[in-house]
């Protein structure tokens, strides 16, 4: 079954540190990956997507993601985190047919502690 | 960037009553989507919309709901009649070909 799983559903980290949010997925055909995060009352905003080539992905505001499709995981990082990171950030899979077409993860909401 | 908007954010309805959820797309786009989250679990695909038509639906799209893009204006979700089942919040999005953006939903309270 197509299925995204996002193990943590909260996470806390302090301004400035390391941020890792996981995410697995189970896709039978080849994957696009996608990172979305939602602050507040506003809609989901696209962070980054993966179709193909290199595994490590660049998107906005420093973040980044590696696929690594042995392990079937497209972990979300960061190097130092501020505060207006505080969001729900999901994790997203879809095919090439329909790419419209998202399986997401739960979420995992980010608090950040100053 | 471009903006989804979605219209109202909350609204409240008695069951079997007829609800009317708006969407206003990015302009340009030809993509249209519906995603259902019911409180505390993911969002879910429930159709597309493309050239006037239904491309894809889940089996979530019960068959009192519809869709509809009339003359280019708002991209419409249409539950007739509603469920207490219903209540969720539903997020609207459209979308070139490769790229998706999100209105911020509206929750929809069925009583």
């Known amino acids: 079954a197509q299925s995204v799983t996002q193990p943590d559903a909260r996470v806390t980290v302090s301004e400035g540190a390391s941020l890792q949010l996981r995410c697995k997925y189970s896709?039978?055909?080849?994957?696009?990956l996608f990172w979305y995060v939602q602050y507040p009352r506003q809609g989901l905003q696209l962070l980054l997507k993966?179709?193909?080539?290199?595994?490590v992905v660049q998107g906005v505001n420093g973040f980044e993601a590696e696929f690594i499709k042995s392990n079937s995981s497209f972990h979300l990082r960061k190097a130092s985190v501020h505060w207006s990171d505080s969001a729900v950030y999901f994790c997203?899979?879809?095919?090439?047919?329909?790419?419209?077409?998202?399986?997401f993860g739960q979420g995992t909401k980010l608090s950040i502690k100053p | 960037g471009p903006k989804v908007l979605q219209i109202p954010s909350h609204q409240i309805i008695d069951m079997g009553q007829m609800v009317t959820l708006n969407c206003d797309p990015v302009?340009?786009?030809?993509?249209f989507y519906w995603y259902k989250q019911i409180l505390g679990q993911q969002m879910e695909f429930l159709v597309n919309f493309y050239n006037g038509k239904v491309m894809e639906k889940s089996k979530l799209f019960k068959d009192q709901f519809s869709v509809e893009r009339p003359d280019g204006s708002y991209f419409t979700l249409k539950i007739q009649p509603t469920a207490l089942e219903d209540s969720a919040v539903y997020f609207c999005?459209?979308?070139?070909?490769?790229?998706?953006?999100f209105g911020a939903g509206t929750r929809l309270s069925v009583l």
């Open positions: 993966y179709y193909s080539g290199d595994p």
């Open positions: 302009s340009n786009h030809l993509y």
């Open positions: 896709y039978s055909g080849t994957p696009y």
């Open positions: 997203a899979v879809s095919g090439g047919g329909n790419q419209g077409k998202l399986i």
């Open positions: 999005a459209s979308g070139g070909k490769n790229t998706l953006y």
